[in-house]
């Protein structure tokens, strides 16, 4: 898997800016067993640079993109990270070895119980996982140093751009539902002005609101 993601981001790094993988981050994904994220029929085919669908209509993203969107987001061990998006949880799992604490919601109830459980046996005891809209944050947790959006929007949600931290770096998929969207980093700076630059195009599930409330 590792192998797979080096060369990816060798082809991508004209695009992405970044040519090859960070040591924290690929010590993160040594640390991480996939296999535990995906389901039982999945299994032997899990540590391929493949999408899996973990059902409900959601998916846990190709190892690739989720090492560019860790790597883009630049976490040091003091950061506290929100995610939204918790699918079954590997991406937390994989900002949980970086970060001092992440936060993730997950707008899936059912995904959102089996993702926080798992995360709890493996001994990832940083992360928090609720489940609500993550169009709206988490506020009382804010701000916060990284944020990680797994689901596609039109736009950056002005939530989510007040909870993030002056200096602090968002990664999200910005377009339509089953259109190409635009891998995106936001950035904003010590004053408070925010910019975004489009990195690589990407195809995300659409951001889904409301199913549950954020209470």
């Known amino acids: 898997m590792l192998r797979r993601i080096d060369e990816i981001f060798a082809e991508t790094a004209r695009q992405t800016g970044i040519a090859d993988l960070d ?10 067993p996939r296999h535990r994220f995906v389901s039982s029929a999945a299994q032997d ?17 190709q190892p690739f993109i989720v090492a560019l969107m860790t790597q883009l987001a630049e976490i040091s061990d003091t950061a506290k990270v929100l995610e939204v998006g918790t ?14 604490q992440v936060y993730s919601i997950e707008v899936v109830a059912e995904l959102a119980s089996a993702a926080s459980a798992l995360l709890a046996e493996l001994g990832y005891d940083d992360v928090q996982v609720r489940c609500g809209d993550g169009f709206a944050g988490w506020a009382e947790h804010a701000p916060f140093d990284a944020i990680l959006v797994t689901a596609a929007t039109p736009r950056p ?20 539902p089953a259109e190409t969207q ?6 904003k700076d010590d004053d408070g002005e925010v910019s975004i630059r489009s990195i690589l195009p990407v195809v995300f599930v659409p951001m889904i609101r409301n199913r549950a409330s954020n209470g």
């Open 23 to 32: 040591g924290r981050v690929r010590s993160a994904f040594e640390s991480v």
């Open 182 to 187: 635009d891998l995106a980093l936001l950035t």
């Open 45 to 61: 085919f899990a540590y391929r640079d493949s999408a899996f669908s973990i059902g409900y209509g959601q998916t846990i993203s």
């Open 87 to 100: 699918g079954s949880g590997y991406q937390a799992a994989v900002l949980a070895e970086l970060a001092h």
């Open 157 to 176: 949600p002005p939530p989510l751009v007040e909870q993030l931290a002056r200096g602090g770096r968002m990664v999200l998929p910005l377009g339509r």
